[in-house]
């Protein structure tokens, strides 16, 4: 093993401080808030079955899908570690009807950041013990600091991010994040706590050979996915692909990063947005997908300069090996 290998998440942040061009104690702040409350999200995790945490919570969330009690769990624990740092002046939440305020306490200055969270990614695959996420977002506001925050801080294009990342609560936990330098995997020692950097530069390859869409909802897609589908399963070259759905964004991102895949949730005749959410989902992941050498478009446009009119907006996703989403552009295009 190298000696890279030992390396924390801590020392790492201090190492590339010059990578961030705000100041890196503000983003370490940032950051070793979203460290802690991922490490308490998954011990909560891991002992679900015996914490009588599966299962539903009994209500909805603003976009009316039923809340897991993990995903309000999961919701709390970020927005009370991220609130309690100074420089965060605003969270949104994929749980939380409407974005929060943090109050500036009296290093107003700080109070610079948003923050935007989807607590836990594909909620869904925690009752049959499959891998769950985070993904996170961060913004510099746009409204003098100090002064409440307002919506308008929360809907900028995802061009203006200044860090993204996710954490996978996997067969092991690792957090990945890029503040717009390159993107770096690290992976938790659950028996000291500690985030190790085990994917220094991590790298989409530049086509691959999987793509990841939800296949059962074939019929109610538009013509150019079903095309494109089809092309995927035509024996020519190197296909066949290969077929990998887990159903967790996170999950089915971070493999595709690592062998090469494309993920997709297009529109479909019920939702013709799709289901994905830009603010929370596609912009962090998109972002990530650049930094990574990769791709990120709703099947015609780059995610990241996608203008966001509402906090819950969704969008078509087409995300991964960046060849791939370019094919599957040409696709789309074709099937106008
Ligand atoms: P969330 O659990 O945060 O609501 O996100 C679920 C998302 C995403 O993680 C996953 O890829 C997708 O929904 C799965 O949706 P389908 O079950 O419709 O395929
Ligand atoms: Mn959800
Ligand atoms: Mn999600
Ligand atoms: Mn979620």
């Given amino acids: 093993m190298s000696e890279q290998t030992f390396q924390t998440l801590g020392e790492f942040i201090i190492d590339k401080q010059d990578d961030f061009k705000y100041s890196t104690g503000e983003l370490s702040r940032l950051l070793s808030a979203i460290r802690l ?4 999200v ?3 995790v891991n002992k679900a079955g015996i914490a009588e945490i599966i299962g539903h919570a009994g209500n909805q969330n603003v976009q009316g899908e039923d809340q897991q009690k ?7 624990l970020f927005i009370e570690a991220l609130s309690q740092r100074e420089v965060v002046c605003g969270i949104a939440s994929e749980e939380s009807d409407d974005f929060i305020e943090i109050k500036a306490t009296s290093n107003a200055h700080l109070n610079k950041y948003v923050v935007l969270i989807d607590p836990l990614d594909g909620s869904s695959n925690i009752d049959v013990n499959v ?5 996170f977002s ?3 506001r746009v409204t003098e600091p100090g002064t409440p925050v307002q919506l308008k801080d929360f809907l900028q294009k995802g061009v203006k991010q200044v860090a993204a990342g996710y954490v996978v609560y996997g067969s092991s936990t690792m957090i990945v994040y890029t503040t717009g330098n390159g993107v770096n995997g690290f992976t938790l020692d659950p028996s000291i706590g500690t985030y190790y950097l085990s994917h220094p530069n991590m790298k989409f390859p530049t086509t691959g050979k999987i793509y990841s869409i939800n296949e059962g909802n074939y019929i109610k897609f538009p013509q150019g996915v079903k095309d494109y589908i089809k092309y995927c399963q035509l024996e020519e070259g190197d296909r066949p692909y290969t077929s990998r759905y887990i159903g967790s964004l996170v999950s089915d991102f971070h ?16 939702s013709p947005k799709g289901k994905l959410r830009l603010l929370y989902e596609c912009n962090p992941m998109a972002l990530l997908a650049e930094q990574a050498g ?3 478009s709703d099947g015609y446009r780059r995610i990241l300069e996608i203008e966001p009119t509402e906090l819950h907006q969704r969008v078509p996703f087409f995300c991964g090996s960046a060849a791939m989403v370019t094919k599957a552009e040409e696709f789309m295009a074709k099937a106008l």
């Fill in 138 to 140: 961060i913004y510099r």
């Fill in 131 to 135: 891998s769950v996420g985070t993904i």
């Fill in 37 to 40: 409350a991922s490490k308490v």
């Fill in 294 to 296: 990769g791709k990120a």
């Fill in 255 to 270: 493999r595709n990063m690592i062998k090469g895949g494309i993920y997709i949730y297009p529109s479909t005749s019920q």
């Fill in 42 to 44: 998954n011990r909560e």
């Fill in 70 to 76: 993990l995903d309000v769990l999961a919701n709390n």
